[in-house]
């Protein structure tokens, strides 16, 4: 199946107490790590012509612009928690917000 590239190393808790996850040296790809997490986990309910609630999903563009509100979704932070039948793997939410912390690079 499609591999994942999970980011190590952030939670580190030695280290860099109050440092956030951005300090990764890790730069986070978009095309083969997030990309294929909203594809998995998102799309199917939020693609082209019947996104839910709204929301569409496909393409970077999308994606970043959306970013914040997806990011409060996983973490059910204000909103509806999302994907709805249960939270992500921590790990890939960690993923979603260094992808946005290092600037929702189109890579
Ligand atoms: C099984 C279908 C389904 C999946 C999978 C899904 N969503 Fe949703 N999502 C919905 C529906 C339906 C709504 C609209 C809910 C409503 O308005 O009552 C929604 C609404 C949202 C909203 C707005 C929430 C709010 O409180 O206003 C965001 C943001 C969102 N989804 C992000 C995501 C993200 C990010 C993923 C993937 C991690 C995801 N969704 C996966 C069905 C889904």
């Known amino acids: 199946m499609g591999s994942v ?5 952030s939670c580190d808790k030695d280290q860099v107490p109050q440092e956030s996850i951005c300090s990764s040296e ?4 978009y095309s ?3 990309e294929p997490l909203i594809q998995q986990h998102c799309l ?15 393409g970077h563009d999308n994606v970043s612009v959306n970013a914040s509100d997806m990011l409060d979704a996983m973490n059910a932070n204000g909103l509806q928690l999302m994907p709805q ?7 890939l939410i960690t993923l979603f ?4 912390c290092q600037g929702k690079l189109n890579n």
């Open 44 to 58: 199917g309910c939020h693609d082209l012509g019947g996104g839910s609630g709204g929301y569409v999903f496909n």
């Open 97 to 100: 917000e260094l992808w946005i």
């Open 5 to 9: 590239l999970i980011v190590g190393s």
């Open 26 to 29: 890790e730069v986070v790809s």
């Open 32 to 34: 083969s790590s997030i």
């Open 85 to 91: 039948n249960g939270p992500l793997n921590d790990s």
